[in-house]
């Protein structure tokens, strides 16, 4: 039977509940968000002599919840104008509406009898055959099912999403015993499919296989910490981006997660684990009931492992724990010898082999960490997953980690695993010896463009299920690759569709990633058929290559700045008026010369979770790669009526000017950088590549023309001024400096085509050519360079 999610209902409105409301909203679905209703009037209700039958009164613990976390940081909408999708109400008068839904989400508080008695009025008012799910972590589905009717049974799952719901991939699905088999697959393919996630199957076990795997890696980590007596800073030093992981590495995350959530979940694990043979790391160190005891718990209590602080002159600085002491001090940067080895390794996968090798404390550290992690992971199969690729899939989801434990230890070696487990006197599972001695002595291995993991039971090699919708580049640039240079390469993808793949430092546009973009339009035009420029790093690109740009302007080497300049513009106008499609699929940081072929691109696919902008005026420059050129033509294309275009020309201003960033690619669609029933978002980032093959295919069925130039209007003298009045502005109520004026204004003039009299239809290379111009005698003042050496030296823009 056909399944079709129009409606939700969520019930319970906290953090949780009211961001997995936001989430299914980003993806289109109608939301009833439901809670219990106050018992009492608070005194805001009292003063206004309201009652507590009152729709106000009875809605206000669900509104409250709702609008407290559309007003969170980061946001739970790729657009706040998503909101609108979200309907509230009341345990008491609502109920009822649930048998309008599809899909019923309870997110209430974690106690089984408070669940029971939900469960109960569910039973009531749900029509048969409506999914039913809980986001419990811990409440065995046993427990829940208790009472339950047989078709409730049948439908009912554990659907654990990760907070933020929005920014964290996975999400496992747990199979009740009575739940057919058709519900779980559909939940594992709408988890993936419209939800962005990584959906992983697991067992009805404590903490199932995310928390289980990770809350493990950090009270293991926390023991040996205390042992080699190393510092906060230290530990965050060697566990974040070195090893590809969030750079709140462990204990920045553990206090934006909570010290109390940790612990909560710590003591789950040692309380529902007695047979784990590392259940005593699960018990706490006394440094951390100590914090505890304190109110230490992190960003929610102010203090955790790191603290701000202010002194009594304002300057702020971050302070750090002593583990030994419990106090505070200056945070200290940390270095260790054996890193410097790993400097010029990029590829993060290959520096593993190297880290376990260090003799210093950095070393130590890792040899031990990977040896309890490697052991911990083989013995945990089958209890909570027959499948090892399910364990990295929730690691690499749910934490953020590149890498999951599995892939670690493949780049290791499993005879070096073993060793490093052996050293730490701990046992392993008797399976990865059967392994370790069979022809195909690895984890993971890729053949044709898929990758296969070793099935235990079997003892063979398995595809993982899935990939059939993916182009996995990591699996096909190998043998798909028919053309690199040492900053790009490109792959033939099949069907006469290339891909360009970036892989500069951060992805930025050098001349070797512009030299791959020509020769693969080149090649689509006289060999093969169509463009798309992708890549599946974390961001697309951060745009130009600044350190180079800088340089060449100290060193005044103004020509060799104006062809690199004009290169690129040429290379985004090949981009638009090729005789081949040509496609772009942005994801994460999409900035500057990212965001400038975007605006060029026949057709964007991007991931929801695209941030994109005309960031130039940061560094002290306007775009320069055609970005300003195309937000006049877009203002241009858009609208007839002067007094329309004139409010559009200005908001298009005060986007670049302000360097405005799309926070999600549904907002960039309102800022301009993408456009409406010509664009397109996609949810799983997994997809994005594949689905712009097929979208590339469609458009050469349809008869793809290479497109005619058209004119731009400009607005010369009649904008000019509205722009130069605006810059004035903001310098006399000191939101801009002298400096940011002098920008302003050479945008301004590049938009409005320059001093012209009366409006003129002019070419896109007449607009290329003031930018250009604008460009390169912004590069010759000397607080331009000021502000590009300050954002290459800390990454953050200077207003001089």
Not at 576 to 600: A, D, F, K, N, V
Not at 766 to 780: K, V
Request: glycine residues 8%.
């Amino acid at each position: 039977m056909k399944r079709n999610i129009n409606k939700i209902a969520v019930i319970g409105s906290g953090i949780m509940g009211s961001s997995i409301a936001c989430h299914f909203a980003n993806i289109g679905v109608e939301v009833l968000l439901l809670d219990i209703a106050p018992k009492e009037l608070n005194a805001a209700e009292t003063a206004k002599g309201l009652e507590l039958n009152n729709p106000l009164v009875k809605n206000r613990i669900v509104n409250t919840n709702l609008q407290k976390t559309l007003k969170s940081n980061p946001a739970p909408l790729y657009n706040l104008k998503f909101s609108d999708r979200i309907t509230t109400g009341n345990l008491e008068d609502d109920i009822s509406k649930i048998k309008e839904v599809d899909w019923i989400i309870e997110v209430v508080v974690e106690r089984l009898d408070v669940k029971q008695k939900v469960f109960e009025e569910i039973e009531k008012h749900r029509k048969l055959g409506t999914l039913i799910t809980s986001n419990t972590s811990g409440i065995p589905i046993q427990y829940m099912n208790q009472g339950r009717s047989q078709d409730f049974k049948e439908h009912f799952a554990v659907s654990h999403f990760f907070n933020p719901p929005r920014y964290l991939k996975l999400f496992e699905i747990i199979p009740g015993p009575d739940c057919k088999p058709e519900v779980v697959d559909f939940l594992m393919n709408f988890g993936s499919k419209f939800l962005g996630k990584t959906t992983v199957l697991a067992k009805d076990t404590p903490a199932f296989i995310g928390n289980r795997i990770g809350i493990f890696g950090i009270m293991s980590m926390l023991h040996i910490v205390k042992d080699l007596d190393m510092s906060v800073e230290e530990v965050d030093k060697l566990t974040g981006p070195i090893i590809g992981r969030p750079k709140s590495a462990t204990f920045r995350t553990v206090d934006v997660v909570g010290l109390d959530t940790l612990i909560h979940v710590a003591k789950g694990l040692y309380d529902n684990c007695k047979y784990d043979e590392a259940v005593e790391l699960f018990k706490l160190p006394s440094f951390m009931q100590t914090m505890l005891d304190n109110n230490c718990l992190g960003s929610k209590s102010g203090q955790g492992f790191y603290k701000k602080h202010v002194d009594e002159k304002g300057n702020k600085s971050i302070l750090a724990l002593d583990l030994n002491t419990l106090e505070y001090h200056p945070s200290k940067k940390a270095s260790f010898t054996s890193l410097n080895a790993t400097k010029t390794i990029d590829n993060v996968i290959d520096r593993f082999k190297v880290l376990i090798t260090g003799q210093d404390k950095a070393g130590t550290f890792y040899r031990k960490t990977f040896a309890a992690l490697f052991a911990y992971v083989s013995n945990r199969i089958p209890e909570i997953s027959d499948e090892l690729y399910r364990i990295d899939d929730a690691m690499k989801a749910g934490f953020g980690w590149q890498h999951g434990p599995f892939e670690i230890w493949d780049a290791i070696g499993i005879d070096k695993g073993i060793e490093l487990i052996k050293a730490e006197n701990l046992s392993y599972a008797t399976w990865v010896d059967d392994l370790n001695t069979s022809k195909n002595s690895s984890f993971y291995i890729v053949k044709e463009g898929k990758k296969y993991f070793h099935n235990i039971p079997s003892k063979e090699i398995t595809k993982i299920p899935g990939q059939d919708s993916f182009i996995i580049l990591n699996n096909i640039r190998e043998t798909k690759t028919i053309w690199s240079n040492s900053e790009a390469s490109i792959q033939h993808l099949g069907n006469g569709v290339l891909n360009v793949e970036f892989q500069s430092k951060m992805n930025t546009l050098g001349s070797g990633v512009l030299q791959a973009i020509n020769k693969g339009i080149d090649l689509a035009e006289s060999e093969y058929d169509a463009v798309i420029l992708g890549n599946q790093a974390t961001n697309f690109s951060v745009g130009a290559n600044l350190a180079m740009v800088f340089m060449l302007a100290i060193e005044q080497e103004y020509d060799e700045l104006n062809f690199a300049i004009q290169y690129f513009q040429n290379t985004v106008m090949r981009m638009r008026y090729s005789s081949c499609p040509t496609l772009i699929t942005p994801r994460g940081l999409t900035l500057g010369g990212g965001c400038e072929l975007s605006l060029h691109a026949d057709k964007v696919i991007a991931a929801a979770e695209t941030y994109t902008g005309l960031v130039e005026f940061g560094v002290g420059v306007i775009p320069g790669g055609g970005g300003t050129k195309e937000m006049a033509k877009r203002v241009s294309d858009a609208v007839l009526k002067d007094d329309v275009k004139l409010n559009r020309m200005r908001d298009a201003f005060i986007n670049i000017a302000m360097a405005k960033v799309a926070t999600s690619a549904h907002e960039a669609f309102d800022l301009g950088y993408y456009t409406p029933h010509k664009d397109l978002v996609v949810v799983n980032e997994h997809q994005q590549i594949a689905t712009a093959k097929k979208h590339a295919i469609q458009l050469l069925d349809d008869g793809y023309l290479k497109p005619t130039p058209q004119k731009v209007r400009v607005l010369g003298q009649q904008v000019l001024g509205m722009f130069q009045v605006g810059a004035d502005s903001l310098v006399a109520g000191k939101y801009a400096s002298e400096h940011d004026r002098l920008i302003a204004n050479k945008l301004g003039y590049v938009m409005a085509g320059g001093d012209l009299s009366e409006p003129t239809d002019v070419s896109e290379q007449y607009l290329l050519n003031l930018e250009r111009d604008a460009f390169l005698s912004l590069l010759g003042e000397k607080k331009t360079l000021e502000r590009i050496q300050h954002m290459l030296k800390t990454g953050k823009p200077l207003r001089n």
